[in-house]
């Protein structure tokens, strides 16, 4: 009997396919360099710091804020001011007071002026207040001898001192320093605070005294009043 022949059949070679991951699980599965977390690091140190920063900067104008700054309240002139106050008349005689007639913002000073036969001139600097001197000043005040603004205000019909405020910090009173017709005041550049007293009808024609030693002018301003 014959054999049945076998029938073969070619067989196609079975090919492998690779799977090619997706690039995004890669990139999920890539670990930060040292360089990478030092950068991140640094970044949040820098943004925690100024966050601080602005959080500490709101804290102190918060707190700051609503406290009255050293003698706000009284009264204060400016360089041209005080330079017609004291002004050399050539006569032996000094101050053209006429400066300050028919303006109503010098009502005050006027008023201050006509009152009183001596002046007191105040140089400080405001970013520098001496607290002995301004516990000195606040006392006379509470007593009626220097005025405040609110004193005069207040009281229009008494009399008070002629205790005027010069803020060297000020920006009307840069050159006040370097005034040569100032010069007759005897201001020291070097002082951190001083007081000229004006005597505008001194017998002896010394209309001029500055004291720049803390303890002698307040003992000056307690005889104020």
């Known amino acids: 009997m014959a054999k049945k022949k076998k029938s073969t059949y070619n067989k196609k070679p079975v090919q492998q396919i690779k799977k090619e991951p997706k690039k995004g699980l890669l990139e999920e599965q890539k670990q930060p360099s040292k360089n990478e977390i030092l950068f991140f690091r640094i970044g949040m140190i820098v943004i925690s710091a100024v966050v601080i920063g602005l959080v500490v900067l709101f804290l102190i104008n918060h707190f700051t804020s609503d406290e009255e700054e050293s003698y706000e309240d009284h009264l204060h002139i400016a360089h041209t001011s005080l330079s017609a106050m004291v002004q050399d008349n050539g006569d032996n005689t000094y101050g053209d007071f006429t400066y300050f007639n028919g303006v109503d913002s010098y009502e005050d000073l006027r008023s201050l002026i006509n009152n009183n036969d001596i002046i007191y001139f105040y140089f400080y600097y405001s970013s520098n207040v001496n607290e002995d001197i301004e516990e000195a000043i606040n006392n006379q005040s509470a007593v009626g001898g220097i005025p405040t603004q609110t004193l005069l205000d207040d009281n229009e019909d008494e009399a008070f001192a002629a205790f005027l405020f ?41 209309f001029f005294s500055m004291e720049d030693d803390a303890d002698d002018m307040i003992d000056i301003i307690n005889q104020i009043g």
Request: a negative charge; aromatic letters at 4%.
């Open 166 to 206: 010069i803020d060297l910090d000020s920006a009307l009173n840069g050159e006040l320093m370097s005034d040569t017709e100032l010069s007759m005041l005897e201001l020291d550049a070097d002082a951190d605070e001083m007081l000229v007293t004006f005597d505008i009808y001194n017998p002896d024609g010394e």
